[in-house]
Nanobody
């Protein structure tokens, strides 16, 4: 059974930092591209950051320089370090694992940036 379990979401003040974690099980982790998406009510789920099986990374422009995605293949974990958080980063953050047409999602973790 495939599971992606996110953790680390919280309420944080603007300018603060959070680290999200995603624990994967039931997949051959090191062949999957891992991503973080985010979604706010009434809007589509948008890609935030992606890390390939080889470790190459891509970020949406709005988080470039503030967020860092990383992975630990031995632990089957993917992380999203979020610095200099802004109110517009408030969303539910989802972990995604993809290889070819196979696609898995976690249940999401809430990040709220507010004073």
């Amino acid at each position: 059974q495939v599971q992606l379990v996110e953790s680390g979401g919280d309420l944080v003040q603007p300018g603060g930092s959070l680290r999200l974690s995603c624990a994967a099980s039931g997949i051959i982790f090191n062949i999957y591209a891992m991503s973080w998406y985010r979604q706010t009510p009434g809007k589509q789920r948008d890609l935030v950051a992606l890390i390939s099986p080889s470790g190459s990374t891509n970020y949406v422009d709005s988080v470039e320089g503030r967020f860092t995605i990383s992975r630990d293949n031995a632990k089957k974990m993917v992380y999203l370090q979020m610095n200099s958080l802004k109110p517009e980063d408030t969303a539910v953050y989802y972990c995604n694992a993809k290889v070819n047409v196979t696609n898995y999602w976690g249940q999401g973790t809430q990040v709220t940036v507010s004073s």
